[in-house]
């Protein structure tokens, strides 16, 4: 694989230069450069420059609202409720995320429930920034049908992350993000990309055979729920959470109403916050640390996020595949 070297500012210039150039305004192309130079810049790869064309794809076709603003209604003392009115997801929690740091410090819980909105990068932002206003939290999104159900052959399911956040004053939070697949098909493609095998169990062609080849099952394929029954249970929970509860689509119902320009769909996302200092009584975060310590006691054990949060400090350019760039300039 050739690369060329950027670095995160040119990355960012990029990106937004490509998305101004289709259709955002100056607010939306900064955020959501912003969001890929970091993804980039935390070795997020899948989350990075290779979500660039499909976000372009959805702003050609006019599903995406490049210049649209979304609408934040208080539901309740404890209830957010953000119409994203086609918007990128970025653009939205920029929006509704201050609104639940202010209502979960308040209430000590608090909920953000976000439909029509376009989510495809990464989860971590999100509940990160949450940990980093010393806040507790969990955010769950679905997608199209990519995973079947156990003891299925087609699929129902998105691949339908979740993203856990603890904060850790005077620390960087622990935070992981992780499909409920048993890999995010963000991987599978950049897998298939770049020629490289994938684990047995990660997913069936399209005739239901277990499979290596990252290609057949990104084309025409399905991925497969990680550890079999219990992951296709969490994916069922956040098809409701981010379905029902938030009153938008299930993966399913999401298929039938995009119009399948590569770009992502129109979707909910479901955001709990939780206060710490309300409902511990005191001490959790010195508490806590003694377990985190306890763990990284027991051997090689990181962190989830470490990984991420040490690449974050290498402030030098990157390595990008050649053929994606060229790719994006062209879109330009």
Not at 60 to 88: D, F, T, Y
């Amino acid at each position: 694989m050739k690369t060329v070297t950027l670095s995160l500012k040119e990355i960012y210039n990029l990106a937004k230069k490509t998305l101004l150039s289709n259709g955002c305004d100056d607010e939306t192309a900064s955020i959501l450069a912003e969001l890929i130079r970091n993804a980039e810049r935390d070795g997020s790869l899948s989350h990075g420059l290779f979500r660039l064309p499909a976000y372009v794809s959805g702003l050609k076709s006019g599903k995406i609202n490049g210049k649209g603003r979304p609408e934040v209604k208080k539901i309740s003392p404890s209830i957010i409720k953000v119409l994203g009115n086609n918007c990128l997801a970025p653009v939205v929690l920029k929006k509704g995320l201050p609104e639940l740091v202010k209502a979960s410090k308040e209430n000590g819980v608090a909920v953000l429930a976000i439909t029509n909105s376009h989510h495809m990068a990464a989860m971590w932002p999100e509940t990160e920034k949450l940990a980093e206003e010393g806040l507790v939290a969990f955010a769950c999104t679905s997608y199209k049908p990519a995973v079947a159900p156990a003891g299925a052959i087609k699929p129902l399911f998105g691949t339908n992350p979740i993203s856990f956040a603890w904060p850790r004053p005077g620390k960087t939070p622990v935070v992981y993000d992780m499909a409920t697949a048993s890999m995010a098909m963000g991987e599978v493609q950049v897998a298939k990309r770049e020629g490289h095998k994938v684990p047995i169990g990660t997913g069936l062609t399209r005739e239901g055979k277990e499979t290596t080849d990252p290609g057949e099952i990104a084309d025409g394929g399905v991925l497969l729920p990680f550890g079999g029954y219990k992951g296709s249970a969490i994916a069922m929970m956040v098809e409701l959470m981010a379905g029902a509860l938030v009153g938008d689509n299930f993966s399913y119902e999401t298929a039938t109403k995009d119009n399948n320009d590569g770009g992502p769909p129109s979707g909910g996302e479901f955001i709990l916050a939780i206060s710490p200092e309300k409902t511990s009584g005191g001490n959790w975060d010195k508490h806590a640390d003694e377990f985190f310590k306890k763990m990284k006691s027991m051997g090689d054990v990181r962190l989830p996020g470490e990984r991420r949060h040490k690449n974050r400090l290498d402030k030098g350019p990157r390595n990008i595949n050649e053929e994606l760039v060229n790719k994006i300039k062209l879109l330009s």
